[in-house]
């Protein structure tokens, strides 16, 4: 089977920082891409920040400029860097890992963690 744990998550002032952690681990054979995911009260999961397993990111406008996404594919753990936190970030975050568990494996498969709280005060 496959864990992904999230960590790092808090509360924070406005203008803050903080640094998400999401490590995968069991049987994996090949990491493609992991995400950071976000979901509001009241709104729905939204996409903040992906990378695949080469380095190629993708960010969401709210988030460009103040968050950056990395992987360490050898570790198969992804870091969210968060500066300059706003109210509006304010979430539980989510990792997803999309990943092949065997060298057989013809299919990727999604792994979800159980999220982390981030809180951002005004």
């Known amino acids: 089977q496959v864990q992904v744990v999230e960590s790092g998550g808090g509360l924070v002032q406005s203008g803050g920082s903080l640094r998400l952690s999401c490590g995968a681990s069991g049987t994996i054979f090949r990491i493609n891409k992991m995400g950071w995911h976000r979901q509001a009260p009241g709104k729905q999961r939204e996409l903040v920040a992906d990378i695949t397993s080469g380095g190629s990111t993708t960010y969401v406008d709210p988030v460009k400029g103040r968050f950056t996404i990395s992987i360490d594919i050898a570790k198969n753990t992804m870091y969210l860097q968060m500066n300059s936190l706003k109210p509006q970030d304010t979430a539980v975050y989510y990792c997803?890992?999309?990943?092949?568990?065997?060298?057989?494996?013809?299919?990727?498969?999604?792994?979800w963690g159980q999220g982390t709280q981030v809180t951002v005060s005004s």
């Open positions: 997803n890992a999309v990943l092949r568990r065997d060298y057989s494996d013809t299919d990727y498969h999604n792994y």
